[in-house]
């Protein structure tokens, strides 16, 4: 969706003077003479999401509430995958991308990218990528795998194609540890690995899949990170948000609302616990619903906006 162009309303004031009507200053984006009363811009704001990413439907929808319990006009677009999401943005086509992890996951889109991005900021910085087994396996390390491929029908159960835990596993974890002749990645969804995951921990059986933090199943469910010696997954990163080009000086309010906002692991985890295990695929309205058991995250962002 292209990004429209918002029309000011020319004002007229009038002035009773001899009887005369005296046209009072019209612009687009500047402050009308309204006695000295700023001119604000509301919108329209788009933020696109990928359905079944919950951090990042979570914070789109986050976005959407607050803004539009403060007057704006947004709508969220959901898109398949990571890589058209990064380019509807940068393209201008999309005003917002809500939670992005430039630093290492999805470095490569934002390296594609950034020239035609701003970085807004992080929300959360503790996030991490691993895979992970039931918590009663005997496998404690990536290294250990090869002597469990039997066990495991050769296989590591992944998720997306596009996202970048998949890009990373593939491509330097299996590699790196010799896992790429042995083991095939099988990549489908979150959904497919959660739903082989859940089947396996029912029948007490070997499965080792891709996880990462903030993610609701990390704690739901009775899983071990497995080590990784030379840290192939890397150092924990942030979780960003990230505009398109001149966003900030379109909406410099919005920008400094989003810079100033962060969420706790527990807030976070909170909120995509509602968003899974309580609504049925209505991110939306669990979004809402946790953010009216949760006022001060609305008053304090909405303090930062109009601030």
């Keep these: 969706m292209k990004t429209k162009s918002v029309m000011k309303t020319c004002q007229m004031a009038?002035?009773?003077?001899?009887?005369?009507l005296i046209l009072a200053g019209c612009g687009n984006g500047e402050t009308a003479d309204t006695g000295g009363e700023e001119d604000t811009d509301r919108g329209p704001i788009s933020i696109v999401a990928i359905p079944g990413w919950t951090d990042q439907t979570g914070m789109a929808y986050l976005y959407e509430y607050v803004l539009e319990e403060n007057g704006y006009d947004v709508e969220v677009e959901n898109l398949g995958d990571m890589a058209p999401s990064f380019t509807a943005v940068a393209q201008g086509d999309a005003d917002l991308f809500g939670?992005?992890?430039?630093?290492?996951t999805h470095d490569v889109?934002?390296?594609?990218h950034q020239d035609n991005l701003e970085d807004l900021g992080a929300y959360y910085d503790d996030?991490?990528?691993?895979?992970?087994?039931?918590?009663y396996s005997d496998i404690q390390s990536i290294e250990d795998l090869p002597e469990y491929a039997d066990e495991l029908d050769d296989t590591i159960m992944g998720i997306e194609p596009g996202a970048g835990l998949s890009i990373i596993t593939e491509d330097e974890v299996m590699p790196h540890y010799g896992l790429d002749d042995d083991f095939e990645l099988a990549l489908s969804s979150t959904t497919a690995m959660l739903s082989s995951l859940e089947t396996a921990m029912d029948n007490e059986e070997e499965i080792v899949v891709t996880l990462w933090t903030p993610f609701w199943a990390t704690t739901n469910y009775d899983v071990r990170e497995l080590e990784d010696p030379d840290s192939v997954y890397?150092?924990?990163?942030?979780l960003h948000t990230v505009a398109r080009l001149g966003f900030?000086?379109?909406?410099?309010?919005v920008a400094n609302m989003i810079e100033n906002f962060s969420l706790t692991e527990e807030q976070f985890g909170d909120m995509e616990n509602i968003m899974v295990n309580e609504f049925d695929d209505d991110d939306q309205a669990a979004v809402q619903a946790w953010l009216e058991e949760n006022p001060e995250i609305v008053d304090d962002m909405s303090a930062d906006l109009n601030g």
């Design 14 to 20: 009038a002035v009773l003077s001899a009887g005369a």
């Design 99 to 104: 939670s992005t992890w430039p630093e290492r």
């Design 109 to 112: 889109y934002w390296e594609e």
């Design 127 to 135: 996030a991490k990528l691993f895979l992970a087994v039931p918590e």
């Design 234 to 238: 890397g150092e924990p990163e942030s």
């Design 248 to 253: 900030t000086d379109d909406f410099p309010e």
